[in-house]
């Protein structure tokens, strides 16, 4: 009993220190890289974002032109009305991706004083186990508490090098495809609204209508990466972690 009073001390003692470490120091390289994880999609996703809305705008801009014509009457048409499904559909996963790009910056800015409250959450909580060893307390709290200051940052830091594994290929061909489409025909310059004349716009138009299913497709898939990337993933290793920890604890309890 006392053996393990004096190893459940030492655990919080040390969970305080890096707990101080966490939160004083931007040098942990744990925390670090989990950062620069969520970070680097939070970025990418910004940009995929931009260019959903500049599409977004230019196809909306599009809708409105009208075009004068005579047959029986004289009046004015828009023909590119036909677009509205695909810029709506733009604009629905313009709205994802923002969310991503929200919640992606959210984690990357809050990872650090996260990680310090729950390394502090597992130092109370091993305290807690050292001083009233049958209370329930202690155990929830430490596995809240390791949820926050382990397993979600080695999480991501573990998610770093297997996401490019896994979804680099997917992602660089989508992104190509989207950035061919949302491109002008005439110069292959990236979409400016401001520079656009009338041609252009039934350039784009044109390209946008007749690849829609293409482009849908290619956003809908750079949206299931950055989903899979900082939500599937994490979550897939944060089980594995949870999992063999509970394991080895039950191991050690049948000794």
Request: charged content about 15%; glycine content about 8%; hydrophobic content about 55%.
């Amino acid at each position: 009993m006392n053996r393990r009073r004096i190893l459940l001390t030492l655990g919080a003692a040390l969970c305080v220190a890096l707990s101080l470490f966490v939160a004083r120091s931007s040098e942990d390289p744990l925390t670090r890289t989990a950062q620069a994880y969520a970070a680097d999609i939070a970025s990418k996703s910004a940009g995929t974002y931009v260019t959903l809305r500049t599409l977004n705008a230019v196809l909306s801009t599009a809708q409105e032109l009208e075009v004068g014509m005579s047959f029986i009457a004289s009046g004015t048409a828009q023909p590119l009305k036909v677009l509205e499904p695909v810029d709506d559909t733009v604009e629905r996963i313009a709205g994802l991706v923002f969310g991503i790009m929200v919640a992606t910056g959210v984690l990357a800015v809050a990872l650090g004083p996260v990680s310090a409250l729950g390394l502090a959450l597992l130092a109370a909580a091993l305290a807690l186990a050292a001083v009233f060893p049958q209370r329930r307390l202690s155990r929830q709290l430490g596995w809240y508490g390791g949820f926050f200051g382990l397993a979600l940052p080695v999480s991501l830091a573990l998610a770093t090098p297997l996401a490019s594994t896994l979804t680099e290929a997917t992602y660089s061909r989508n992104l190509a495809v989207v950035s061919e489409i949302t491109q002008q025909v005439s110069g292959g310059d990236v979409i400016a609204e401001a520079d656009l004349s009338l041609n252009d716009y039934r350039r784009i138009a044109g390209n946008v209508w007749s690849r829609a299913d293409e482009l849908i497709g290619a956003m809908v898939a750079i949206v299931g990466v950055y989903v899979f990337r900082i939500f599937i993933l994490p979550m897939l290793l944060i089980g594995g972690l949870f999992f063999a920890a509970r394991s080895f604890a039950r191991g050690e309890a049948g000794r």
